[in-house]
């Protein structure tokens, strides 16, 4: 009798886990808002695992309020603009086409995110390790790779820690006793990943500005992340269009949620909406890195290059990005709670 109500106590746990949905706020320069530089969007899982992508430079660093937990930090490349060169003066300084942002170097946001957070690093290596030697700084102690619990890591950590991966790669993170854990995986993206000079040592620095280059850390990616309600996000990072979309991603992990990155020199609108309609195909699209004010007064901007993307998707809806503002997706990727369609 006892081992039947351990089973139904379990099944019961799982079912309520599975009914439940995932949180998505963006964190942007200006609440209710999509601005010129924002990135950074916290993901929570019903377990209550919360994951931070691309912290950028819209957020004040280890210090944001918004930020609250955060357990795991994804980084789909070392430009400034997503491993934070810069951060935010002041939420809200500035407008929303030029927000107030101060320098970040030479830690970065993401360090002092990970390093204030006693999170885990979740990128490829090379960029990975660049990132851990920040966190060495701030807390004037080595970064240690991150322990696994079986084939997952168990969070809340108590100390910040490397979680390197490679292309192709999975990292899991199971909550202290969820039935199951959220699963991470990087995909391939095409793009540059050279780090802000600013954010290296002196001594590099003066070897590199002769040339004017800096270095490659590593490939750019992105990622599929397998929530425990069954919701599958692909978020795309920067990239051009690629066959992997197809492929990889609609095809082998059946992704039912898009964070699609707009970034004016990796696609066009009218690329933007082929990669949602007929190559990913996901059930929904959230709008991100827009490199523009997208928005006046939390309603979109007539004219703007996020207008022509979003007037040009026919198959789906499209949610932006808005700074602040929490949105819940269900498993299937169907918005419950939050959303704005333009």
Known sequence: MKRRASIFALAFVSSVCLAQNVK???????????????????????????????????????????????????????????????????????????????????????????????????????????????????????????????????????????????????????????????????????????????????????????????LQLGPPIGYVVRFTNGLTVYLSGDTGMHAEMRTVVHDYFKANLMELNLGASAVTPADAAYIADEVVQPNAVIASHVNEAATTDGKLRAGSRTASFIAQVKGRPVYLALSGRTMEFDGTGACVSGCRSP
């Open 24 to 214: 998505v706020t963006p964190l942007g320069s200006h609440t209710g808002e999509l601005c010129e530089r924002d990135r950074a969007t916290l993901f929570e899982d019903p377990t209550g695992v919360r994951i931070l992508y691309d912290p950028g430079q819209s957020v004040t660093g280890g210090d944001d309020k918004r930020l609250g937990d955060v357990h795991v930090v994804l980084v789909s490349h070392a430009h400034g603009d997503h491993l934070g060169d810069q951060k935010l003066k002041a939420l809200d300084a500035g407008t929303c086409d030029k927000p107030g942002l101060v320098s970040a170097a030479p830690n970065s946001t993401t360090a002092e995110v990970v390093a204030a957070k006693n999170a885990a690093i979740d990128t490829v290596a090379p960029l990975a390790a660049f990132i851990s030697r920040k966190v060495d700084a701030l807390r004037g102690k080595p970064t240690a790779m991150c322990p696994q619990t079986g084939p997952d890591i168990a969070v809340p950590l108590a100390a910040p820690c490397n979680a390197a991966v490679q292309i192709g790669g999975r990292r899991s993170y199971r909550a202290a006793n969820a039935p199951r854990a959220v699963e991470i995986f990087t995909v391939p993206a095409v793009h540059d990943s050279t780090v802000p000079r600013d954010l290296l040592s002196e001594a590099t620095r003066k070897a590199l500005e002769a040339d004017n280059v800096s």
